[in-house]
């Protein structure tokens, strides 16, 4: 099974940036999503990107704010997160999606191989 490693998460101030990384063991030809998870809340989607990195999506409340891309040369998977604001505030997590083809899907359960996460947290 692929594993990911997650990296990156910090204190900021509220308008702040950081930048995640996610590194899989297994790089081959997979599409990567970002999950995030605050306290007393379900796993949320943020954002995934195509294997080649032609095709983004992101949940609405990032639009504009945060940024996934990737370097299949180093076989890293980054998210940028700008303007960051304390609802940001969660645990981030990096998976990958199950199945042959990834078309956009939001669910949780449409991914796998999920990461120990990294602790991102907004202060106001």
């Known amino acids: 099974q692929v594993q990911v490693t997650e990296s990156g998460g910090g204190l900021v101030q509220a308008g702040g940036s950081l930048r995640l990384s996610c590194a899989p063991s297994?790089?081959?030809?997979?599409?990567m999503g970002w999950f995030r998870q605050a306290p007393g809340k379900e796993r949320e989607f943020v954002a995934a990107?195509?294997?080649?990195?032609?095709?983004?999506w992101y949940t609405e409340s990032v639009k504009g704010r945060f940024t996934i891309s990737r370097d299949n040369d180093k076989k890293m998977v980054y998210l940028q997160m700008d303007s960051l604001k304390p609802e940001d505030t969660a645990v981030y997590y990096c998976a990958i999606p199950l199945g042959t083809y990834y078309r956009g899907s939001s669910s949780p359960t449409d991914f796998g191989s999920w990461g120990q996460g990294t602790q991102v947290t907004v202060s106001s």
């Open positions: 990107i195509s294997w080649g990195g032609g095709s983004t």
């Open positions: 297994d790089f081959t030809n997979y599409a």
